[in-house]
């Protein structure tokens, strides 16, 4: 049974920063592409952030040159690090395993973790 579970989320003012892990079982991480997805209050879920197997990496437009995405294949962990949070970066954050770089759905979906980001 694969299982993400997210910690690092909070509370923070605008332009602190947060790191979001998240850890990952039950699949063999190695072989998996992985992601964050956020969901803000009445709006639709985005991508965040991807990682490949290979360590390529994509961002969506509202975090570059802010967030960056790293994994551990040893631990099966993967990270988002968030630097000058802004309020509109307010959502719950998803982790994502099995990110497709054509659809930006994923096969796996952990249980989100709330970031708060004030003004």
């Known amino acids: 049974q694969v299982q993400l579970v997210e910690s690092g989320g909070g509370l923070v003012q605008a332009g602190g920063s947060l790191k979001l892990s998240c850890a990952a079982s039950?699949?063999?991480?190695?072989?998996?592409?992985m992601g964050w997805f956020r969901q803000a209050p009445g709006k639709e879920r985005e991508i965040v952030a991807r990682?490949?197997?290979?360590?390529?990496?994509f961002y969506g437009d509202p975090v570059k040159g802010r967030f960056t995405i790293s994994r551990d294949n040893a631990k099966k962990m993967v990270y988002l690090q968030m630097n000058s949070l802004k309020p509109e970066d307010t959502a719950v954050y998803y982790c994502?395993?099995?990110?497709?770089?054509?659809?930006?759905?994923?096969?796996?979906w952990g249980k989100g973790t709330l970031v708060t980001v004030s003004s």
């Open positions: 039950g699949l063999i991480f190695s072989s998996y592409a």
């Open positions: 994502a395993a099995g990110v497709s770089r054509a659809t930006m759905d994923a096969d796996y």
């Open positions: 990682i490949s197997r290979y360590g390529d990496t």
